[in-house]
């Protein structure tokens, strides 16, 4: 059983494979399992994290026809907020010429309830793909 000792901001944190809050004291360090055949991966409270499977990709264009599943980690105040910056994956002005999609999200619930208010601004610029997104609650 592998561990290692991890520094954490005084600000919560997530584990990735389990949702475990990680310093919810402020704590400093932590001992966390880091196994050889999985990385240790936290995302921190307050963001939402866009995710894309991509087993068996060998080349950028075939990421293009994945969905994106977002991870929405709530701060204390059970809000979060997030962007994915979508471009072709391989010309080097696409910020330059305004040709990518880009998409903001924020999500809040509500204390006590089990509802979700999650809104997507979308920036279509001169991209035509379609983007599918999942949400899924930690």
Not at 40 to 48: D, E, L
Not at 107 to 134: H, P
Request: hydrophobic content about 35%; cysteine-free.
């Amino acid at each position: 059983d592998r561990k290692k000792k991890t520094y954490f901001p005084d600000e919560l944190f997530y584990n990735l494979y389990n949702g475990k809050i990680m310093n919810p004291n402020g704590e400093g360090y932590i001992q966390v399992d880091a196994p050889l055949e999985s990385l240790p991966i936290f995302i921190r409270a307050g963001f939402i994290t866009p995710v894309q499977d991509t087993v068996g990709i060998t080349m950028v264009n075939q990421l293009r026809n994945r969905p994106f599943e977002v991870i929405i980690a709530l701060d204390s105040n059970f809000r979060a907020a997030g962007r994915i910056f979508f471009d072709d994956g391989v010309s080097d002005r696409t910020a330059v010429d305004k040709d990518y999609y880009r998409m903001d999200i924020t999500a809040n619930m509500k204390e006590g309830t089990k509802t979700f208010e999650i809104i997507f601004k979308y920036f279509d610029y001169n991209f035509d793909k379609s983007i599918y997104l999942l949400h899924r609650r930690r």
